[in-house]
């Protein structure tokens, strides 16, 4: 089974802040990567898939970028609304595993 | 707007049985891959098992041999059926839609499942 990496697995940061989450892969994923948000007793929502591409609606302070084993998200300007905890997937291949997630908490 | 809805979660014993379901609305359970996800308290997400399009599955080897996906293509509802319960099992339970190699662009609510004696 493919492995994923997340890092760091919690952050505090301050509201404008840009903040960059990373996702590393056992081995090489081509851009089967995508990116969920995830807030208390809420399930996940999908943010980004192939690595890059943002979904219909999502804001654009969001982007994603990597290929092959390394990933990452940026947040370009922290909103209030974006303190959660971001969760990566792989889809190259069955199960579909995630990474271990990362906390992003208010300083 | 595509929902998804999950149900039959609850307390059960450790070697019990339960039955989840997924009623879909706004998408056909046939014309996609339907994935269960689950979440133990406190920690992270989990991927359990997949149903294709075309009928096949695939399981995680933690529930393999004890947890079988199904659909109801008249009822629109996707199933997960769970046996011989452990306590590590004990978990929100989530349905989701994938699209295939790219996520899982809908999900349920999510069911608890709490297996202890």
């Known amino acids: 089974d493919i492995q994923l990496t997340q890092s760091p697995s919690f952050l505090s940061a301050s509201v404008g802040d840009r903040v960059t989450i990373t996702c590393r892969a056992s081995?090489?994923?081509?851009?089967?990567l995508a990116w969920y948000q995830q807030k208390p007793g809420k399930a996940p929502k999908f943010l980004i898939y192939g690595a890059s591409t943002l979904r219909s609606g999502v804001p654009s302070r969001f982007s994603g970028s990597g290929s092959g084993t390394e990933f990452t998200l940026t947040i370009s300007s922290l909103q209030p609304e974006d303190f959660a905890t971001y969760f990566c997937q792989q889809l190259d291949s069955y199960p579909g595993t995630f990474g271990g997630g990362t906390k992003v908490e208010i300083k | 707007e595509v929902q998804l809805v999950e149900s039959g979660g609850g307390l059960i014993q450790p070697g019990g049985s339960l039955r989840l379901s997924c009623a879909v609305s706004?998408?056909?359970?046939?014309?996609?891959?339907m994935t269960w996800v689950r979440q133990a308290p406190g920690k992270g997400l989990e991927w359990v098992s997949v149903?294709?399009?075309?009928?096949?599955?695939y399981y995680a080897d933690s529930v393999k041999g004890r947890f079988t996906i199904s659909r109801d293509i008249s009822k629109n509802t996707v199933y997960l059926q769970m046996n011989n319960l452990r306590a590590d099992d004990t978990a929100v339970y989530y349905c989701?839609?994938?699209?295939?190699?790219?996520?899982?662009?809908?999900w349920g609510q999510g069911t608890l499942v709490t297996v202890s004696s």
């Open positions: 989701a839609r994938e699209v295939v190699a790219s996520g899982l662009d809908y």
């Open positions: 081995q090489g994923i081509s851009s089967y």
């Open positions: 706004g998408s056909n359970v046939n014309s996609n891959y």
């Open positions: 149903l294709y399009r075309a009928g096949g599955t």
